[in-house]
């Protein structure tokens, strides 16, 4: 669990302190030999309102506000929604990475909205995380508001520290996916929501 707490943490009401944001993008600069004249005059007050405002804005956010169950009585059916575009920045290197997310779920007595799932992705992703944490985070999420049969995350993503430092790769990407549930008792099942998560992606790559 411990690995997980920085993305999974919320900070209390009011953590996010501007000026000290700004005190420390100050000393960055300072630390990379550039001051604060001239062109980056305003960069450390931009640069800390684009993280709290922004990309850190996950943690104002709570997942249980987010997936709100609909009355109406679920059919035997499989949900999924596919091409979820979401940005999330590293922990270990403070680098972006970004992609999509394929979110599916059998229902066990909830529905939720299909924009839902969508908003619950953004909660977790505008955190700091890493790309398997935060298919976790977002199970965790569908789990707790709609107490599904079963529940599926298909994440891939492109990695700044892959393509602008360490290996230099910018073509690679990175593809995780988590199920649980019916999905890991239950072959047949488990291979009609692989089908539903995937069937986006095959799309996206014939048109290109």
Known sequence: MGSRASGRARPPEGAFDPVLMEKGIRLFLRGIGQGEDGVLRKTPKLVAEAWRRELLAGYREE??????????????????????????????????????????????????????????????????????????DILDGLESSLAPRGSACLLRATHQCMTCRGALQPGARVTTLRMRGIFQRNSKRRQEMLMLLQDRARGERKTR
């Open 63 to 136: 997942a249980s506000k987010v997936v709100i169950p609909l009355p109406e009585r679920p059919p035997e059916a499989l949900v999924a929604v596919r091409g979820i575009r979401f940005v999330s920045i590293c922990r270990h290197h403070l680098l972006p990475f970004q992609g999509t997310a394929a979110v599916g779920y059998l229902p066990r007595h909830h529905l939720a909205g299909f924009s839902s799932l969508a908003r619950l992705v953004d909660v977790f992703a505008r955190r700091l995380q890493i790309q398997e944490d935060l298919g976790e």
